[in-house]
């Protein structure tokens, strides 16, 4: 009874470690990911930033 109580104590000692690696390899997958993803807000629809319009007029004006 007590080899049986080792082998099976050893068994699930072995599956966690299995599942502890597989969820730290997918976790680092998600951050790495994640991180690609971020990027800073696109341009918002509305009147152009200050000094957009006085630029694109000086360049008319060579």
Do not use: C, V, W, Y
């Not at 690609?36 to 957009?52: F, R, V, W």
């Amino acid at each position: 009874m007590r080899n049986f109580d080792l082998k099976a104590e050893a068994e699930m000692r072995l599956h966690s470690d299995r599942l502890a690696e597989e969820l730290a390899r997918e976790r680092s997958e998600r951050t790495t990911t994640a991180a690609d993803d971020i990027q800073g807000p696109g341009p918002a629809d509305g009147p152009p930033t200050a000094g957009t319009a006085d630029a694109a007029a000086d360049d008319n004006d060579r």
